[in-house]
């Protein structure tokens, strides 16, 4: 009741209506203020979002999330999304193909620490070393704290934690793509324990699996609008800002691309929600401040692309699992490092493949019917099945600024801004996770929450 009452008659702007600032927004209005949820796209989800791809409803790209976000599915729940019926509930595994040298993980459904150890008693593909190897990481991690004195490569971890070079290859390298979107050798080792803290180091549920069988947009986006609208908000897509105005009182105003009304609204706050050069971009068009600029500027931070590539084939291809690891080689234009059974995931999309290839600037500027036809080779040799190699249709879609560059000791901005009303959120922002749908939609519960304190703050 105390946050209904100190955020009530409170109006509030949350631009970009990605993971971050939906989370943002459905916390604010479910605290009792007035939600303005803008986004310049006439999609919500911002690069988490639902596509339509030969009648498909699918996702510009193929997720995983964890039991370990909790945050996300709490929000899901609380915008009335059935998770268990939303998402495909996989235990914690590494399985590639048969024929590939690889290796199976598949951790049982029992309580930590013991479904850890049963899977790695009864894994295949990795030698005595390996395993010993794997279980001194992870008792050494634990007796950390899970935490560095100083951050370093992922690699660099490794190495001192002496891992073995099968082990790297075919599960610590696969993670830290699959977790952080960044090279092994430049990704930052304290945000990838961080991540094997909440999952392998916590109860057993956070380590599970979680495949959205609906399209990302329909999963938390679209609900989440919902609920702002329910909640006496409004939401509007298709609406570029194009800059920020604070007045004389301290509130704010948002020169928008259209000439509407919403243009002249006055807002106690504003939430830039929106990806960091946007973001930056918005902040540059205020008046400068004495202080230390709000965010680090743009060379501290890269972007890492994803390509997810569909491949359709007959119905009656099916896959052993609704997820298997490859084996990638770059050289020999092996591009994928996951393949997805989408008819595993909705029964309408029999014979549909998902393949996504993390870190690979060059896949995202060869052609993308060469790059389809590569990806489809791979699976044809790497599953022992001939006929993927022709896909009846395919579609290769490219998120070139998917995620951040997540590298050691990289500077990442607070919530707070120098502008009193002004806040940041994004899953660039400080804190413990990468660049994935949890530390994005963890982002913009702390900007709602800091927003709350100053409120109460400014009341007493």
């Keep these: 009741m105390a946050k209904k009452e100190t955020l009530k008659n409170k109006s509030i702007a949350v631009i970009g209506a990605g993971w971050a600032g939906c989370a943002a927004a459905c916390e604010l209005a479910q605290q009792g203020a007035t939600v303005t949820l803008l986004e310049s796209s006439r999609h919500l989800g911002g690069r988490a979002r639902g596509v339509t791809v030969h009648g498909h409803e699918l996702d510009n790209g193929q997720h995983i999330l964890l039991g370990a976000y909790t945050q996300s599915l709490r929000l899901m729940h609380l915008v009335g999304v059935d998770t268990e019926t939303a998402l495909l509930n996989l235990p914690l595994q590494m399985v590639y193909p048969a024929l590939e040298d690889g290796m199976s993980f598949i951790a049982p459904r029992l309580p930590a620490p013991l479904h850890l150890l049963l899977a790695l008693v009864k894994s295949s593909g990795l030698s005595f070393s390996d395993k010993m190897a794997l279980a001194r990481f992870s008792s050494t991690a634990r007796w950390m704290g899970w935490r560095l004195n100083e951050d370093c490569s992922v690699i660099e971890l490794l190495e001192r934690f002496d891992q073995t070079p099968r082990l790297c290859r075919l599960m610590w390298i696969p993670l830290c793509i699959a977790a952080l979107n960044t090279p092994p050798e430049r990704a930052s080792a304290q945000v990838f324990l961080n991540v094997l803290r909440d999952s392998l180091g916590a109860r057993r549920a956070a380590s599970d699996m979680l495949i959205p069988r609906l399209d990302l947009s329909n999963i938390f986006p679209e609900k989440a609008a919902e609920f702002v609208r329910a909640h006496g908000g409004q939401v509007l897509p298709a609406h570029p800002v194009?800059?920020?105005?604070?007045?004389?009182?301290?509130?704010?105003?948002?020169?928008?691309?259209?000439?509407?009304?919403?243009?002249?609204?006055?807002?106690?706050?504003?939430?830039?929600?929106?990806?960091?050069?946007?973001?930056?971009?918005?902040?540059?068009?205020?008046?400068?401040?004495?202080?230390?600029?709000?965010?680090?500027?743009?060379?501290?931070?890269?972007?890492?692309?994803?390509?997810?590539?569909?491949?359709?084939?007959?119905?009656?291809?099916?896959?052993?699992?609704?997820?298997?690891?490859?084996?990638?080689?770059?050289?020999?234009?092996?591009?994928?490092?996951?393949?997805?059974?989408?008819?595993?995931?909705?029964?309408?999309?029999?014979?549909?493949?998902?393949?996504?290839?993390?870190?690979?600037?060059?896949?995202?500027?060869?052609?993308?019917?060469?790059?389809?036809?590569?990806?489809?080779?791979?699976?044809?040799?790497?599953?022992?099945?001939?006929?993927?190699?022709?896909?009846?249709?395919?579609?290769?879609?490219?998120?070139?600024?998917?995620?951040?560059?997540?590298?050691?000791?990289?500077?990442?901005?607070?919530?707070?801004?120098?502008?009193?009303?002004?806040?940041?959120?994004?899953?660039?922002?400080?804190g413990d996770y990468p660049a994935t749908l949890e530390g994005a939609v963890r982002s913009g519960i702390a900007a709602s929450q800091t927003i709350l304190k100053d409120l109460k703050a400014a009341k007493n």
């Design 242 to 430: 194009t800059g920020l105005q604070q007045n004389e009182n301290g509130k704010w105003q948002m020169e928008l691309k259209q000439a509407e009304a919403a243009n002249v609204a006055i807002y106690d706050a504003v939430i830039l929600a929106c990806d960091f050069a946007n973001a930056d971009r918005l902040l540059s068009t205020l008046p400068a401040k004495d202080q230390a600029a709000p965010l680090p500027t743009l060379s501290h931070f890269n972007y890492e692309p994803i390509t997810t590539c569909y491949l359709q084939y007959a119905p009656s291809v099916r896959l052993l699992r609704p997820m298997l690891a490859l084996l990638d080689d770059v050289a020999q234009k092996k591009w994928g490092q996951y393949v997805f059974d989408r008819g595993q995931l909705q029964p309408d999309q029999a014979g549909l493949l998902a393949v996504v290839v993390s870190v690979s600037q060059t896949a995202t500027e060869i052609d993308r019917h060469e790059l389809a036809m590569d990806i489809a080779a791979q699976l044809a040799q790497s599953l022992g099945m001939p006929e993927l190699a022709q896909p009846i249709w395919h579609q290769c879609i490219s998120e070139k600024r998917a995620t951040f560059s997540c590298t050691p000791g990289l500077r990442r901005p607070d919530n707070c801004t120098n502008y009193p009303g002004l806040y940041l959120a994004g899953d660039y922002t400080d």
